[in-house]
């Protein structure tokens, strides 16, 4: 379905009361966002940028690309299918550049939006007239014709509380999160049946207010899609980073709710589907579109091993870790990852030991 024709939207006074309107329109919540590029910047990546911080997201993807990609405009268009955006509205689009404008209309075209480009003079300059000579387009002006298009004011999303936005969440899920065990996703088709939960014990529900709080940081602490959607998982799967680099295209389905890891050596709870919150969704499809963009082997759709440090950087940026050990304990001044695994190595030492001081349990006749 072609997406709607782009609204030209003339401001021939400048006149304050457009912008006003327009900026209180913008809500990526319920899929609007308005767009004031930054003065004084000309590139494309820029562009970008501005679209990810009108997201409510930091501009920079830290990580590895595959060459020759642009991970900034994969991942905008990524958020943009996910959220999903269906209005976005330009102010000062008179200064726009073409590489600019094509951008954006190649934004509008991968995602169906409708493009409102307002344009501040009495007439379009050269350069926006050619931009727009190759796509269905309406010029109209007025305030309230503006207002129409724009959008009713959205609401402004709660401010999280003082008293928490700081604070450290500990999810038990994340336990094993940092094991970088090898794992590799099984060869040809593997249907895994949805997780017994027999060698863990399933995640406890975490309430909505704590759901809550857990989305608004993956949401703003990244503005990758591959790092924001392993966290996400991690967290409603209790997997490890290694065994969640691999799920692929084919093992998300949005339809069903679920997603698909691999453990084809049997080292964790074998191939398992694990059903997928509603809360989580924005970030698999997002990581989904990336992958569909930005191609890598495999098809692979969350974070890989050259992804980790990345990974764990944004966990803790995120403020969100395992459980710690007690301070009589603790082995690091940061977060401890490991507390898990070095309890249960101690713990299986002590059994070892146990066991070579007793006789054997048969002897040969």
Not at 84 to 97: E, F, Q, Y
Not at 110 to 124: D, Q, S
Not at 125 to 131: K, W
Request: proline share 11%; aromatic share 6%.
């Amino acid at each position: 379905m072609p997406p709607p024709p782009v609204t030209v939207i003339l401001d021939p006074e400048d006149d304050a009361a457009y912008v006003r309107t327009a900026l209180a329109a913008h809500g990526p919540a319920v899929g609007r966002v308005t767009l004031h590029p930054a003065p004084g910047t000309v590139g494309e990546i820029y562009l970008a940028h501005d679209l990810l911080a009108a997201l409510g997201k930091p501009p920079l993807l830290p990580g590895r690309f595959t060459p020759g990609t642009d991970p900034s405009w994969h991942a905008v268009t990524a958020w943009f299918c996910a959220i999903p955006v269906t209005r976005l509205t330009v102010l000062r689009a008179h200064l726009l550049s073409h590489q600019r404008l094509e951008r954006l209309l190649d934004l509008r075209e991968a995602t169906g939006l409708h493009l409102n480009l307002v344009c501040h003079r009495p007439r379009l300059p050269a350069t926006l007239q050619r931009a727009l000579h190759r796509v269905s387009h309406t010029i109209t002006g007025g305030l309230n014709t503006a207002r129409t298009s724009f959008g009713p004011p959205a609401e402004a999303p709660p401010a999280p509380s003082r008293r928490t936005a700081n604070r450290w969440i500990t999810l038990p899920t994340l336990e094993r999160f940092d094991s970088l065990d090898s794992s590799s996703h099984c060869i040809g088709t593997c249907t895994p049946p949805m997780i017994k939960w027999r060698h863990r014990p399933k995640p406890r529900p975490r309430t909505e207010a704590t759901l809550r709080e857990i989305t608004r940081r993956i949401q703003t602490r990244t503005a990758h899609p591959r790092l924001a959607a392993t966290l996400a998982a991690a967290v409603f799967t209790a997997a490890a980073a290694h065994q969640l680099a691999t799920a692929r295209l084919e093992d998300y389905d949005e339809q069903a709710a679920t997603l698909a890891l691999h453990d084809p050596a049997r080292t964790v709870d074998n191939c398992a589907t694990h059903p997928v919150p509603a809360w989580a969704h924005v970030f698999l499809r997002a990581a989904a579109c990336m992958a569909r963009r930005e191609p890598t082997q495999g098809h692979r759709m969350l974070a890989q091993p050259d992804d980790y440090q990345d990974l764990m950087r944004f966990a803790e940026d995120a403020r969100l870790r395992p459980p710690q050990p007690p301070s009589s304990q603790r082995v690091t001044t940061g977060v401890d990852w490991w507390w898990r695994e070095r309890q249960e190595i101690d713990q299986l030492d002590a059994m070892l030991a146990r066991d070579r001081g007793r006789p054997p349990r048969w002897s040969p006749r």
